[in-house]
Nanobody
């Protein structure tokens, strides 16, 4: 069992930065792949970034490459998403997800069996 709690969302102007955190409770965190997804109003949930169990492999959707950085601290059971140069199109609810059955990062939501409640990110123009 893994429980995920996101924090760090908020309102920011375009060009600004935010850092999202996802705190995990559960024994399997350090062996789990983790990911961030987002869902904008009226749109489907989309992949943002993922990281393998060790943090050695990270993946990003094209629209955030060079602006977002995902990292993890297994000692603190926490993953982060540093978001820089934010754009209005980044506005969405951001969800943290864990794949407790695999340490290999994936961009598909199917493989993630635990999800947080989401945190709202709003970027004003």
């Amino acid at each position: 069992q893994v429980q995920l709690v996101e924090s760090g969302g908020g309102l920011v102007q375009a060009g600004g930065s935010l850092r999202l955190s996802c705190a995990a409770a559960g024994r399997t965190f350090s062996s789990s792949a983790m990911a961030w997804f987002r869902q904008a109003p009226g749109k489907e949930r989309e992949f943002v970034s993922s990281i393998n169990w060790s943090g050695g492999s990270r993946y990003y959707t094209d629209s955030v490459k060079g602006r977002f950085t995902m990292s993890r601290d297994n000692a603190k059971n926490t993953v982060y998403l540093q978001m820089n140069s934010l754009k209005p199109e980044d506005t969405a609810v951001y969800y943290c997800a864990a794949d407790s059955r695999s340490g290999r990062a994936s961009s598909s939501p199917i493989g993630y069996d635990y999800w947080g409640q989401g945190t709202q990110v709003t970027v004003s123009s």
